[in-house]
């Protein structure tokens, strides 16, 4: 793909990210991930949605939308994410004007009104704004597909973020099993494919072999993202 290509696709393409107030884990059990993610999906409309119990196909890994059979109208289209204990991790583009902070505002308090009303607790539950960086490097576009995945090592072996993981072969394994990451739909392994958009994505990175030969190079030599494209 030439650069002037490049520069067309990611010229609206931008990385999310929000944290837990004080750091606080805001994920606290699979339920809650469940949750989220069903979010990501459900309320991904430009029309009014009205929040209801999910269903979940867990044949095919999809979700059921059951408030409207019609077809969303989509604010955003979600390339790839990643869910942590105390954050998560969004690479998105809008697609209205004004689609990314409609967005993130009805996921962030919906999410927050769920978390609140289940664990009987009140108050900000994230620490402020979502952080969002526009993509306008080749740099950043290569490193930020593979950083997003990469973050569930954290929970393996922290030291991937300085290039000294142990055992690459056991953390692309681990990656492999991590649910909470779009990781998987990227290698072939169907996990939410309705919540992502895979096709830009796997234009520019190939097919799933392809991504995960990168990763795994990633995983070895990397390290992690360069300092000045990460969101803190």
């Known amino acids: 793909m030439s650069k002037e290509l490049l520069y067309v696709c990611y010229m609206d393409l931008y990385h999310v990210l929000n944290r837990g107030v004080d750091k606080r884990h805001i994920f606290m059990d699979d339920r809650d991930r469940f949750r989220f993610i069903h979010n990501l999906f459900e309320l991904n409309n430009q029309d009014i949605v009205t929040m209801s119990s999910y269903l979940f196909n867990s044949k095919k890994n999809e979700f059921f ?22 954050h998560y991790h969004i690479l998105l583009s809008p697609c209205i004007k004004g689609g990314m902070p409609r967005f993130m505002k009805k996921i962030n308090m919906a999410y927050a009104k769920y978390f609140n009303i289940k664990y009987e607790r009140s108050g900000a539950l994230f620490q402020g704004r979502y952080k969002s960086r526009h993509i306008d490097e080749d740099n950043y576009l290569r490193h930020m597909p593979h950083y997003i995945h990469l973050n ?28 909470w990451s779009s990781f998987p739909d990227y290698i072939g392994i169907n996990n939410f494919p309705s919540v992502i958009h895979k096709n830009f994505l796997s234009e520019i990175m190939g097919k799933p072999q392809n991504y995960k030969n990168n990763i795994m190079e990633e995983i070895k030599e990397m390290g992690d993202l360069p300092s000045e494209f990460r969101l803190e």
Do not use: Q, T
């Not at 939308?65 to 105390?86: E, G, W």
């Open 152 to 179: 569930p090592l954290d929970m393996l072996d922290p030291e991937w973020r300085s290039g000294k993981i142990k055992n690459p072969g056991k953390a692309l394994e681990y990656l492999k099993g991590y649910r």
């Open 65 to 86: 939308d059951i408030a409207s059979r019609k077809p969303r109208k989509l604010l955003v289209k979600i390339h790839s994410f990643c869910l942590m204990p105390n």
